[in-house]
């Protein structure tokens, strides 16, 4: 199973990105899944997260209200819309997704490569 970023790049402050993380290959299921960051020098952080059904996310403090986790499960893609971006907010982005990979089986964790998100002041 693979996920994979895009939507990435480099914006002014105050303005908008939208993320996108396609899962692709055999599996059964899709769990939860999330975003996470890591900006230079830090540790990588919970941006937010959303389980199978989509009604219950969650977002770091700092991202509440700018923020929106949403996901397409007809597409096994996950989406993070970014408004109102602020220097701060610049980091590589991860994708992760909980994957069972057969009825009854184990689940386990996927990353993605990250993609870049520069937010200039």
């Known amino acids: 199973v693979r996920l994979v970023e895009s939507g990435g790049g480099l914006v002014q402050a105050g303005g908008s990105l939208r993320l996108s993380c396609a899962a692709s290959g055999s599996f059964f299921s899709i769990n939860a899944m999330g975003w996470y960051r890591q900006a230079p020098g830090k540790q990588r952080e919970l941006v937010a997260n959303?389980?199978?059904?989509?009604?219950?996310?969650n977002y770091a403090d700092s991202v509440k209200g700018r923020f929106t986790i949403s996901r397409d499960n007809a597409k096994n893609t996950m989406y993070l819309q970014m408004n109102s971006l602020k220097p701060e907010d610049t980091a590589v982005y991860y994708c992760n997704a909980d994957i069972r990979d057969r009825v009854g089986g184990l689940i386990y964790r996927r990353w993605g490569q990250g993609t870049q998100v520069t937010v200039s002041s």
């Open positions: 959303i389980i199978s059904g989509g009604d219950s996310t």
